[in-house]
C-alpha cells in the first residue's frame, strides 16, 4: 500500500474515532503494510485481518479492539503498544518486540508466539487457547501480580494438565 492511500484512510479512521463527518472505520484487510512506520498510529476498532505487517514500526500504537485475525505480525515493533480487548486469533508474531505492550484482554488463540519478546507486558485477562501455535523460544519477563496471573485464561491443556476452574 502507498503511503497517501495509507494517509488517507488513517485520517478517516481519525474522524471515524472522533465522530465526524466524512469518517471511516480504517479497513485495511489484507493490505500489504509490510514495514510501514505506524509509530503512535491510533487504530483502535481498526480491520486489520490478514494484514501483511512483517517489520512494521507500531511502537507506542493503539490498537485496542482492533481486528488482527490472521495477521502476519513477524518482527513487527510493537513495544508500549495498547492491545486491549485485540483479536489476535491465529497471528504470526514470531521475533515481535511487545515490551510493555498491553495485552489485557486480547485473545491469542492460535497465536505463533516464537522468539517473541514479552518483557513487562499486561496480560492479565488475556486468553491464550488450545490453539497456540508455538512460543519456542520466547521471552516472558512480565511482574505481575497474583491476581494478574489468575486472570491471564489458558484454554485447552497446559503441561498435559486440564486448567484448573
Not at 511487545?98 to 508466539?113: C, M, P, Q, V
Request: proline content about 1%; overall charge neutral; some cysteine.
Amino acid at each position: 500500500m502507498r503511503k497517501e492511500e495509507l494517509s488517507v484512510i488513517l485520517d478517516k479512521h481519525h474522524k471515524w474515532l472522533n465522530n465526524k463527518p466524512e469518517g471511516e472505520r480504517a479497513d485495511l484487510r489484507g493490505a500489504n503494510l509490510r514495514g510501514a512506520d505506524l509509530y503512535e498510529a491510533d487504530l483502535r476498532g481498526a480491520n486489520l485481518y490478514e494484514a501483511d505487517l512483517r517489520g512494521a514500526d507500531l511502537r507506542g500504537a493503539d490498537l485496542s479492539g482492533a481486528d488482527l485475525r490472521e495477521a502476519d505480525l513477524r518482527e513487527v515493533y510493537l513495544r508500549g503498544a495498547d492491545l486491549r480487548g485485540a483479536d489476535l486469533r491465529g497471528v504470526r508474531l514470531s521475533e515481535a518486540d511487545l515490551r510493555r505492550a498491553d495485552l489485557s484482554g486480547a485473545d491469542l488463540s492460535g497465536a505463533n508466539l516464537g522468539r517473541t519478546t514479552l518483557c513487562g507486558a499486561r496480560v492479565d485477562g488475556a486468553v491464550v487457547g488450545a490453539g497456540l501455535a508455538g512460543v519456542a523460544g520466547a521471552t516472558v519477563v512480565a511482574k505481575l501480580t497474583a491476581q494478574e496471573w489468575a486472570a491471564v485464561r489458558f484454554g485447552g491443556t497446559l503441561a498435559g494438565r486440564e486448567p484448573r476452574t
